[in-house]
C-alpha cells in the first residue's frame, strides 16, 4: 500500500518518535505540492496519534483507515474552507470524543480558504482543549496566515523517491520511466500521470519540436499535432522546458546529469544544433504561450504561434 511510502519518510519517523515520547504538538501544518501527500500524512498522523503502534487492526486504525470515526473529523466539507466550517470546528472542539481519547480535526487545502475563516480558527489553535489535535495541510504556505502558521509545527513533506513509486506504476517501461521523471517525487503527480497512455507520445512531439521543427512549409502539421494533444497542452509545455533544461546543461558539461538520462543522445543531438541564446529564448516562448492560454486566447492561434515562434528564434539564433 501507498501508506507504507509515506511511513517510511524521515518526517513521519520524526513525528511519531514525539507521539510516543509523549510531546506531540497539538497543531501541525503539513507543506507540500502534492495534496494527495499531505492529505495521506495527515490521516497517518492521526492514525498514530490514537494507535502509536500502527497495528492496523484496531478498531481506531480500521475506522480511519476507512474514514469512519467518530472523532476524526474532516474539513472542509465543501471545496474550500468557510466561516460556518471553522465555527463548526470551533464548537465541536469542546465536545469529548466519543470512541476515542482523542479528537482530531484533519483541515485540507487551509491555503485556499477565506482569511475569515483562517482567523475564526485561531482561537482553537491558540488555546486547544487537552485532547483535541488540529492537523492542516497546504500547497502554498504564503496563502496561510502568519498567526495561524506560528500556532502549528510547521512540517515540509519531502518527495518520494523514485524506488519507493515504482512498484505501484503500471504499464510500459518508457510510460513509467517518463511518469517518474516528470512526477519530480510527488506521489500524486506521477501515478496521474502514469494513466496517460499518451504520455510517450507528448514526449516524443516535445522532443520534434525542439529538434525537428525546422520549415514554415511543415507548421501545420506541428500545429496539428499539438492541437491534438489539447487537452495535455500544459505537460507538453512541461516536457519541454525539462528538456531545454538538460540541453542547456549539455551545453555546458556534456556529462552533466539531466532529467531525461534515458534520452541522453536526443538531447545532446539538440544541444548541439541550438545555441545556448536560442535554447533561452525559447524558454520565453513557452512562457508566453502558457500566458496566451490563460488570456482565453483560442487554442488553434495559440498553437500556431508557439510553432511560428520556435521557427523564427531558431532562424534568428543560427
Known amino acids: 500500500m501507498l501508506d507504507e511510502v509515506f511511513k517510511k519518510s524521515l518526517q513521519f519517523e520524526n513525528f511519531l518518535k514525539t507521539v510516543k515520547n509523549g510531546k506531540a504538538s497539538h497543531s501541525f501544518l503539513l507543506i507540500s505540492k502534492d495534496a494527495f501527500s499531505a492529505q495521506t500524512m495527515a490521516n ?20 480511519i483507515k476507512s ?32 470512541f476515542a481519547d482523542k479528537k482530531i480535526f484533519i483541515i485540507c487545502n487551509v491555503d485556499l480558504s477565506t482569511e475569515e475563516a483562517q482567523n475564526k480558527l485561531l482561537k482553537s489553535l491558540e488555546e486547544p482543549q487537552k485532547n483535541v489535535y488540529y492537523i492542516l495541510t497546504t500547497s502554498n504556505l504564503d ?24 512498484p505501484y506504476l503500471s504499464g510500459d517501461e518508457q510510460k513509467k520511466y517518463l511518469a517518474l521523471k516528470l512526477g519530480q517525487g510527488y506521489v500524486a503527480k506521477t501515478l496521474e500521470l502514469n494513466k496517460k497512455s499518451n504520455l510517450p507520445a507528448l514526449f516524443e512531439l516535445g522532443l520534434g519540436l525542439l529538434r525537428d521543427c525546422s520549415s514554415s512549409k511543415d507548421a501545420v502539421v506541428w500545429s496539428r499535432k499539438i492541437i491534438d494533444q489539447k487537452a495535455d497542452f500544459n505537460l507538453l509545455i512541461e516536457i519541454i522546458s525539462l528538456l531545454i533544461e538538460d540541453a542547456l546543461m549539455l551545453k555546458i558539461d556534456k556529462n552533466a546529469a539531466v532529467n531525461f538520462e534515458n534520452f541522453r543522445a536526443q538531447i545532446l543531438q539538440i544541444a548541439q544544433m541550438l545555441s545556448i541564446k536560442c535554447l533561452s529564448q ?36 543560427k
Not at 44 to 63: H, Q, R
Not at 67 to 93: C, M, N, R
Open 44 to 63: 497517518l498522523f492521526a492514525e498514530a496519534l490514537l494507535c502509536p503502534s500502527l497495528c492496523g487492526e484496531c478498531e481506531n486504525c480500521k475506522k
Open 67 to 98: 474514514k469512519t470515526h467518530p472523532d476524526v473529523k474532516y474539513f472542509p466539507e465543501g471545496a474550500k474552507l468557510l466561516v460556518e466550517d471553522s465555527k463548526k470546528i470551533v464548537d465541536e472542539s469542546f465536545v469529548k470524543p466519543i
Open 143 to 166: 496563502k496561510v496566515l502568519p498567526t495561524i502558521r506560528s500556532r502549528c509545527d510547521k512540517i515540509t513533506l519531502a518527495p518520494a523517491s523514485e524506488e519507493q513509486i515504482q
Open 282 to 317: 525559447l524558454q520565453g516562448v513557452l512562457g508566453r504561450a502558457v500566458r496566451d492560454l490563460s488570456y482565453n486566447v483560442s487554442f488553434p492561434l495559440v498553437a500556431d504561434n508557439l510553432v511560428m515562434k520556435i521557427l523564427e528564434v531558431k532562424y534568428l539564433c
